[in-house]
C-alpha cells in the first residue's frame, strides 16, 4: 500500500530516511533500499543534506523505485530556481516517484561548500504552490503542461520552538503550507512525548496528517551537540543521562530502545513515524520491532 | 544612501601593477559619507600611491560621481592630468565607478566596495536594508524587509533554523522573521502571517523611461538628442476622440519621452 493511500485511509505510515553519498558509489544506496523495502512505507531521500554536496536527490529516488522501495523525494530551494526545480519535478514523475517533500534547504554556508550562492528563488510555501501547479497542469506561469503529474506533496514541521516567536511562525507556515497545497507533515525529531502532545493539540484542527520525527540516539555526546546546535531540537537531560550511564557495549541497545518507547508512547498521538536514523537506516527494522510496528 | 568601504590596499595595489600614472577620484556625495572616498580619503590615497612608487597625476573630488554630466563638467579643467595618467581610481560606489568608467576613455579601477545600501543620514546609522526588489512587502511584514532581514530571503515565513531568536548563519544575527513577528505582534497585526505571497519577482527592474530627465539625458549623450520634436507616441489616447473614455488613473503618454532609451 503506497504511504498515500496509508496516511489517506487513516493507517499508521512508517517512513525513514537516508542520504546519497559523496561520489558514484551506490553501494550502500541499494544494501539500503534491499533492507528497507517491503518494511517501511516510503524513504526519504535527502537533498543534499545540510548543505554537503552529495549524489543527486533525484537519481537516487529513482534508484529506490527501480529497487522497490517507494522513495520521498525531498526537494529544497536552495540550489535551484523555479525553473529547474519544475523540471526536476517533472522528471521525477516521468520516473515514477510519487511522494514529494518540500523544504527550504539549509544555508549554503554551513555546508561544505560555504561559498555558493544559495538561491532560495521559491521557499517551502512558494514550492508547494508550484507542486500543487504541476499536478493541475500548469506551470508557475499558467503555461498548460503537456501531461500532468500527480504529487503527493508533504512538508516538515518543527515541534520543538524555544521562542513565542519561532512557535507561533511554525504554526502560521504550516497552515500556509497546507493552503498551499501539503497533503502531509513529517517533524523534527521529537523526544519529550509531553510537548509533542500539546503541539498535536494545537494543529489538530488542520486535519493534515503529521508523522513524528525519530532520532535514536547514539550516546550522550551525540544528543548534547544535537541541543547545541540543531535548532529544533531538544533532547530532556533524562535521556541524555541514561545514555551516559550506559555501558559502552550496551549504548546502541539502549538508543534504539529509547527510539522505540518514544514511538510507543507517541504513535497515539498522531499519524505516522518518520525515523532518521543518521548511519544506522539498517537498524531500522529492528526499531520498528521493538515499538511494536 | 550607498554605503562603501574602501578595498584593502593591497587588491588596489595589484590592479595598477603596470600602470605607472594615476588619476584619483572621490566623491563628496555617499562616499564621503562613508568614510571611503571624500577628500580626506583621496588625499590619503594619493599619499600611499606615492609612498609605492606611483604617480598621481591629479585628483578630483566631485559632488556626485553617479551623475555622468557632473562628472564630464567637474573633469573640464583636468584633462592634461587625466591624459598624463594610464588608469584612474576611483573611490565611490558602484554607482559612481561604472559612471566615471562610461565617461573617461581610460581604465577605470574601483577603490571600493559598495556594501550596501545605508541608512538615509548621510552615514550607515540603522541597520533596515532595502533590496530595490521593485515589489516592496513591507506591509506585509510589519515594516520589516523579509528580503534583508532574512538570510534566506524568505517570503513566505520563518524556516526551521532559528535558535533562541537567532538565525542559523550566526549566533550573532537575528532571525528576520522573529523581528518581523514581533513587530506585527506589537502593532496588533499578527493577522499578516497568513498572507499568502507569491513567488518574487526577479526580473531586473529597469528604472521607467519617465524616471530620466531628458536634459540630463541629452548632457549625457551629446549628439543623441536633436531639436526635433519628439514623434508622436504611437495610437495614444489623447489622439482619438474616444480619448475622453481613458480611464482615471491610466497612463497617461509621457510629455517629452526620451529618445534612444532602450
Redesign the interface.
Known amino acids: 500500500m503506497s504511504l498515500q493511500s496509508k496516511l489517506e485511509s487513516g493507517q499508521f505510515a512508517i517512513s525513514c530516511e537516508f542520504g546519497p553519498l559523496k561520489g558514484t558509489d551506490t553501494h550502500e544506496i541499494k544494501e539500503n533500499i534491499e533492507v528497507l523495502k517491503g518494511k517501511v512505507d516510503a524513504a526519504n531521500v535527502t537533498d543534499q543534506q545540510s548543505s554537503v554536496m552529495r549524489l543527486s536527490g533525484l537519481v537516487t529516488a529513482a534508484l529506490c523505485v527501480q529497487g522497490g522501495l517507494e522513495p520521498i523525494f525531498q526537494v529544497t530551494c536552495r540550489d535551484r530556481n523555479r525553473i529547474a526545480l519544475q523540471s526536476d519535478l517533472l522528471g521525477a514523475w516521468v520516473m515514477g516517484i510519487k511522494n514529494v517533500l518540500a523544504l527550504t534547504g539549509d544555508l549554503p554556508a554551513l555546508g561544505d561548500h560555504p561559498q555558493a550562492k544559495g538561491v532560495f528563488d521559491l521557499d517551502s510555501v512558494t514550492l508547494l504552490q508550484a507542486i500543487t501547479s504541476l499536478n493541475e497542469g500548469f506551470d508557475l506561469s499558467m503555461n498548460e503542461l503537456k501531461g500532468k503529474p500527480d504529487f503527493f506533496p508533504g512538508a516538515v514541521v518543527k515541534v520543538e520552538s524555544n521562542t513565542e516567536a519561532s512557535e507561533e511562525l511554525q504554526i502560521a507556515k504550516m497552515r500556509k503550507k497546507i493552503a498551499a497545497g501539503a497533503r502531509f507533515f513529517q517533524t523534527q525529531a521529537v523526544y519529550d512525548p509531553v510537548s509533542f502532545g500539546k503541539f498535536m493539540k494545537r494543529v489538530e484542527k488542520f486535519k493534515t496528517p503529521v508523522m513524528v520525527g525519530i532520532i535514536p540516539l547514539k550516546n550522550a555526546g551525540f544528543a548534547r551537540f544535537m541541543n547545541a546546535n540543531v535548532a529544533g531540537i531538544r533532547v530532556p537531560d533524562d535521556l541524555i543521562q541514561q545514555m551516559a550511564a550506559a555501558a559502552k557495549e550496551d549504548r546502541e541497545k539502549v538508543g534504539l530502545q529509547m527510539a522505540a518507547d518514544l514511538i510507543k508512547k507517541m504513535k497515539p498521538m498522531c499519524q505516522g513515524v518518520h525515523i532518521m536514523a543518521i548511519g544506522w537506516e539498517k537498524k531500522v527494522p529492528e526499531i520498528m520491532a521493538m515499538a511494536g510496528l | 544612501m550607498l554605503y562603501s568601504e574602501q578595498k584593502h590596499f593591497d587588491e588596489i595595489i595589484a590592479y595598477l601593477e603596470k600602470d605607472k600614472n594615476v588619476f584619483i577620484m572621490g566623491c563628496e556625495g555617499c562616499a564621503q559619507s562613508s568614510g571611503s572616498g571624500g577628500p580626506e580619503q583621496v588625499a590619503e590615497m594619493k599619499q600611499k600611491l606615492t609612498e609605492a612608487g606611483k604617480n598621481v597625476t591629479g585628483t578630483r573630488n566631485c559632488d556626485f560621481l553617479c551623475s555622468k554630466a557632473l562628472v564630464k563638467s567637474e573633469l573640464r579643467g583636468r584633462v592634461e592630468q587625466l591624459k598624463a595618467a594610464d588608469a584612474v581610481l576611483v573611490l565611490t560606489c558602484g554607482v559612481g565607478i561604472q559612471a566615471v568608467a562610461a565617461s573617461i576613455n581610460k581604465p577605470v579601477y574601483p577603490g571600493c566596495n559598495t556594501v550596501n545600501l545605508g541608512g538615509s543620514r548621510g552615514e550607515w546609522e540603522g541597520t533596515e536594508r532595502c533590496f530595490e526588489c521593485g515589489q516592496c512587502l513591507l506591509y506585509h511584514t510589519g515594516g520589516i524587509c523579509p528580503l534583508t532581514a532574512c538570510?534566506?530571503?524568505?517570503?513566505?515565513?520563518?524556516?526551521?533554523?532559528?535558535?533562541?531568536?537567532k538565525c542559523?548563519?550566526s549566533k550573532d544575527r537575528d532571525?528576520g522573521?522573529?523581528l518581523i513577528?514581533?513587530r506585527l505582534?506589537e502593532r496588533g497585526l499578527?493577522s499578516r502571517?497568513?498572507d499568502?505571497?507569491?513567488?518574487?519577482d526577479?526580473k531586473k527592474i529597469m528604472p521607467r523611461p519617465e524616471m530620466m530627465s531628458l536634459a540630463r539625458y541629452g548632457l549625457e549623450n551629446p549628439g543623441k538628442v536633436t531639436d526635433k520634436p519628439a514623434p508622436p507616441p504611437a495610437p495614444a489616447p489623447a489622439a482619438t476622440p474616444k480619448a475622453g473614455a481613458a480611464p482615471a488613473g491610466a497612463p497617461k503618454p509621457a510629455a517629452n519621452p526620451p529618445k534612444e532609451v532602450k
Open positions: 538570510t534566506k530571503s524568505l517570503v513566505s515565513g520563518a524556516c526551521g533554523g532559528a535558535n533562541k531568536g542559523e548563519i532571525c522573521w522573529e513577528y514581533n505582534k499578527l502571517l497568513d499568502m505571497m507569491k513567488p518574487l526577479h
